[in-house]
C-alpha cells in the first residue's frame, strides 16, 4: 500500500483503506440505530431495502445507480460502499472505470478528486482480503 | 393530456409536452454549437460519445446512470432527456420506476418534485409519436 | 394578484398560485403512488409520518426544519408546500421572514430568486382560500 | 423573437424575455425589502457593494466570478442577472462564451440545460433596449 | 474515546474531537478576519448577528435551522459548529436525533456518512468539558 | 507550519501542505490515467485545454473563475489546485481574498470551512518552495 500524507504527516498504515472504512461505517451505523430514534431506523431500513434482490431491476443495475449517484454527488465514503458492493456483485474494472467516466462527465471536473479517492479504493479493494 | 397552469393561467396546449421539449432542446442545442467556442463543441462531442455503443458497459446501463444522476442532481431537462433515451433503449415503465424510486432514495425526499415532473413526461412519451 | 409574465407573454390568471400548486401536486402525488413501486411508497409514507404529532420535537420545529432545508436547497416547490405548511401550524410572517432570512445566510445569495417566489407565495397564502 | 412553448401552449409574446425578468426582479426584491427584516435588508445591502467598483478585483472580474458561479451553481435567475450586467460592463460575446464554457467544463453536464436558457437570455440582451 | 485510523494508521488521541475542532476553527477564523478584506468581515458579522438573542425567532429555533442547513449541504463542520450551539442552547440528545432525521429525509440517504460524524461528534461534547 | 490535529492527534510534519497535496494528486491522475478508459482520458485532456492560453479570456481570468468555481462547489482539492495556479498566473493575496469573498457570499456561510482550508494553503504556498 502506498504511504499516504495527512497535514504533511507521513502515516504508517497497520490497516488497510478498506478495514478501516467497513470499522468506522458499522460502528457508526450501530450507534445510529442504537440510538432508538423511529424515522432514522426507517430510513436505514429502506436503504438496506432498496439495494436487495427483488423489483423490476437487478443487484448489478441498482449498484450502477448507487455508485455514479454517490460520484455525482460527491460522497466519498458512499462511493466507497458502493465499490465494495460492485465488486461483490461481479462488476469488472472496465465496467467500474466506464460507469465512473459517464458520472464524471455529468457532475463536471468537480468530480475528479472523489475520482482520485475511488480509483484508490478501488485498488484497495482488489487487494484486501477484508470484503472478498 | 391533462389540463396546465403556469402562474394561475389555465393553457390550451397545442404542442405536446414531447414536442416542446425535444423542439427547444435542438434549437438551442444548434444556437451553442454555432457559437463556435470549442470548449463547448468539445463538451457536446464528449456528450454524444459518452452515450454510444462501445465501451465497456452496454447502452441500458449507460441511460440508466444518465437518467438516475440527473434525478439526484435534479435537473428536469436533463431527467426528460434520458426519459425519452430511456424509451428508446427499451426500458419498461416498471424499471423506469424502480430506478427513479432508487435515485429518489439516494437525493431525499427533495427530489419528489421533480419525480412529479418526470412521471408527467414518461406519460406524455407513452402517448407522443415524436420519438417513438 | 400582480401580473405575470412567462416567456415574454402576460398571462391572465383564472387560478390562483395556491390552488394551481396544490392542484398539480395532488394529482401528480396520486399518480406516483398509483404506480404501485413499493419503493416510492414507502418514502412518500415515511415522508407522512415525519411532519405529524409524535417524537422529541413539535410540529413547528419539523416545518421550521422543512422549510429552510428546502430553501437552501432550492426547490420552489418544496418550499411552496412547507410555507403552506408553515401558515397551517401557526407561523406568523415576521418569523417565516427571519427563517428565511438565516437560509438565505446559510445558502448564500444564490438563494435570492428562490427568496423571491418565496415571498411572492407566502402572499398568495394569506390572499387564499385554498389552505385556509 | 423565437416562438416559446410552455406546457404546449405556443405562447405569443407582448414583452420580451429581458424587461420581464427585469420587471420581476424588481417588484419582488422592493416586496423582500419592504418586509423589514433585517438579517435580509444586511444580505441584500452586502450584494449590492460585493459588485460595486472598489477593493481588489476590478467590475468585470467580479461579474465574471457571478456569472460562471451562478452557472455552476445552476440559478437560472442569477446567471440572466449577471449576464446583463456582464453586457454593462463591456463584455463581448465570445468571453461571454468562453467563461460558460469553462463553467459547464467545472459543472459538468448537468449544466447545459442552463447554458440553453443562458445563450437565449444573452441573445435577447442584443435585441434589447432595457438594459442598453 | 474510540480508535480512529486514517489512511490505516491507528491515531492515538491526545486531544479530543471537540477541542481540535474548536481550536483549528478559532485559529483560521482569527487569519481570515486579520486579512482585512471587508467583505469577508462583514459576511462574518452577519454571521455573528443572526445566530445572536433578537429578531422573532428564539435561539433555540435558529440553531435548529444551522444545524438541519447545516446537514442537508452536507457541511461536517458546519455540523460539528451548530451541534456545540445547540447543546447549549439547551437541546436534548432525542430532539438532535429527531431533527438529523427529518433532514436525513429530505437530503436522502446521501447525508448517512455526515450523519456518522455528527453522532459522533455529539458523542464526544457530552464528554468534553470544552464547550460546557 | 502550525500544527495539525486529527482525531485528536497531533501530527509532526515530515512533508509540508503543498507538497503532499501536489504528490498525491500526481500520483492518482497518473493512475486514472493508466487505465485507459478512453472517456476520463478525454475529460482531462479537456481540463487541461480549458486553462491553457488560448481562447477568448486571458489565463488570469480561466483561474479566477477556477478557483471561485470550485469553491462555491466546496471541494477542497479543486481550491487547493488552483490556488497553486493563481499564484503562478499572479494573482496577489488581496485579489485571491477579494475573489473568495464574492463566492461566499454567493454560496453563503456553508462555504466558510472551506475557505478556512484555502486561507491555510493559500498560507503554505507563499512558504513553499514546490510550486514555486
Redesign the interface.
Known amino acids: 500500500?502506498?504511504s499516504?500524507?495527512?497535514?504533511?504527516?507521513?502515516?504508517?498504515?497497520?490497516?488497510?483503506?478498506v478495514?478501516?472504512f467497513n470499522?468506522?461505517?458499522s460502528?457508526?451505523?450501530k450507534?445510529?440505530l442504537d440510538?432508538d430514534?423511529?424515522?432514522?431506523k426507517?430510513?436505514?431500513n429502506?436503504?438496506t431495502?432498496?439495494?436487495s434482490p427483488g423489483?423490476?431491476?437487478d443487484l448489478k443495475?441498482?449498484e450502477?445507480?448507487?455508485l455514479?449517484?454517490?460520484l455525482?454527488?460527491?460522497?466519498?465514503?458512499?462511493v466507497k460502499y458502493h465499490l465494495g458492493r460492485c465488486r461483490e456483485v461481479g462488476f469488472?474494472?472496465?465496467?467500474v472505470?466506464?460507469?465512473?467516466?459517464?458520472?464524471?462527465?455529468?457532475?463536471?471536473?468537480?468530480?475528479?478528486?472523489h475520482?482520485?479517492?475511488a480509483?484508490?479504493f478501488w485498488?484497495a479493494l482488489q487487494k484486501s482480503d477484508v470484503s472478498a
Open positions: 500500500m502506498a499516504h500524507y495527512f497535514y504533511g504527516t507521513k502515516l504508517i498504515p497497520d490497516m488497510d483503506l478495514e478501516q470499522d468506522y461505517r460502528r457508526m451505523n450507534q445510529i440510538s430514534n423511529l424515522l432514522l426507517r430510513i436505514f429502506l436503504d431495502n432498496a439495494y423489483g423490476a431491476l443495475s441498482k450502477l445507480i448507487g455514479t449517484c454517490s455525482v454527488l460527491r460522497c466519498d465514503d458512499c469488472s474494472t472496465a465496467e472505470h466506464e460507469a465512473m467516466g459517464v458520472a464524471t462527465l455529468i457532475g463536471g471536473t468537480i468530480v475528479i478528486p475520482l482520485r479517492r480509483f484508490e485498488d
